[in-house]
């Protein structure tokens, strides 16, 4: 089958998913010379349609398509919203074993997402229209043959590094201007939430990119008029005044975000160069920011005598770790390892029991304990006495959360569906320089979310 034919025939069906999906993919296959899963794996071991899946949430559900090591795949009918099958497949990726690709199609675009540990995700969509080109082929070509070919060469730790850095470019402006340090911190704090929220669709319609578009493009006279500064000042006021209520801005509905961070729509008017330094780090993937270093860099962007330590020393996720597994996480892990062999235990007093309501006894016993515990990780409490700009704080959560993950996992095979209760109010901080701690909020609600 040739790209033209593949496209002829699949422009013309509007199938149900159910009914298009199989057949869809094996024209793929053949269309990329590929083999198809029944010949390639009759067992169905690695390679196969409907691969069963228990979610991380809790229930089962079934991947359309999986290739181990290679890609999770899920279709949707045509012009259906492929971020809900992305989410399904984020739900699924644990029981697939974490493949480097999460692909998904409506049988008209295509969208790979890369998957692959400690990298920024890096998103190849095309529809049937532009199948034909190279690139297009060579990124579908690469999901079956060398996945790791798509894997992104940005980092994490590279691109946070990067948005500290521009923003301390920032910083010195508003310095040279005699903008107070505490003011200039604070707003720049708002700024970076509100362009990491737009990256994650907390911020609806990319209503941040849409306000630097307003003032940046040519058209009213762009950044030669001299209020552009001033119109970027009230539409970011707007903006922040609709953050800290909820409520419309312009045609979107934007959430409350309750806190301290936008209880004040409190603006610092802007340069024409500053605004064009705040668009290129607005182009930046905000929703892979790695927390647990970006409060320590962006601390030292907004004080002249820690610049250059940027990119140096700070305590490291490692070095936090080696602190928190013995304090906090080992004594929580043997309480697992306990409620866990109570489970395993009532489980075999299920099999043995002999009457329905005894059977539904130790079941209910056996849910408890589960239930218990997932409580008694919400009621963890954590203190950093000198907290900083929160990483130990940020990756204590990261920890009870990865934790209550394992068990939500583990209760799925029970068919229990727990829901995560793990949350930052868990997390108490002391630190005498209001702006960290201020940051510490900020860094300890973007890493949660």
Known sequence: ??????????????????????????????????????????????????????????????????????????????????????????????????????????????????????????????????????????????????????????????????????????????????????????????????????????????????????????????????????????????????MAHGGLFGPDEILHFNGGLFADADVIELTPDEILKLRDISHLDWSGLEPSIFGTLFERTLDPEKRSQIGAHFTSRDDIVTLLEPVVMAPLRREWAEAKAKCEKLTGEVAKAKTPAAKRKKIQQRDRVLLDFVERLAHVSILDPACGSGNFLYVALNLLLDLEKEVIAYAARYGIGLLPQVRPTQLAGIEINPFAQELASVVIWIGYL
């Open 1 to 242: 089958m040739t790209p033209q034919q593949f496209v002829a025939k699949w422009q013309r069906v509007d199938l149900s998913e159910r009914s298009a999906c199989q057949q869809h993919f094996l024209d793929l296959c053949e269309l990329l010379g590929q083999p198809k899963p029944a010949e390639a794996d009759p067992d169905g071991a690695w390679y196969t349609f409907e691969r069963g899946v228990r979610k991380t949430e809790g229930g089962s559900g079934w991947a359309d398509v999986w290739m181990k090591g290679h890609f999770g795949w899920e279709y949707k009918k045509k012009r259906r919203d492929l971020s809900a099958a992305y989410k399904q497949l984020l739900l699924y990726r644990e029981d697939l074993e974490n493949p480097p690709l999460l692909i998904v199609c409506d049988l008209d675009r295509f969208e790979v997402h890369t998957n692959f540990t400690g990298t920024l995700k890096t998103v190849h969509a095309f529809d049937l229209s532009g199948l034909a080109e190279p690139k297009n082929l060579a990124v579908l070509r690469a999901a079956f043959t060398d996945p790791n070919s798509l894997k992104p060469g940005v980092t994490a730790q590279g691109v946070t590094e990067q948005a500290a850095e521009l923003i301390g470019q920032l910083a010195d402006g508003m310095r040279i201007r005699k903008i107070p340090a505490q003011q200039a911190a604070h707003f720049l704090m708002k700024l970076m939430f509100c362009m990491f929220a737009e990256d994650i669709d907390l911020l609806p319609g990319k209503v941040f990119e849409r306000i630097m578009d307003v003032v940046t493009k040519a058209g009213s006279r762009g950044l030669s008029d001299p209020a552009a500064g001033q119109r970027f000042a009230q539409s970011l006021t707007s903006l922040f005044q609709a």
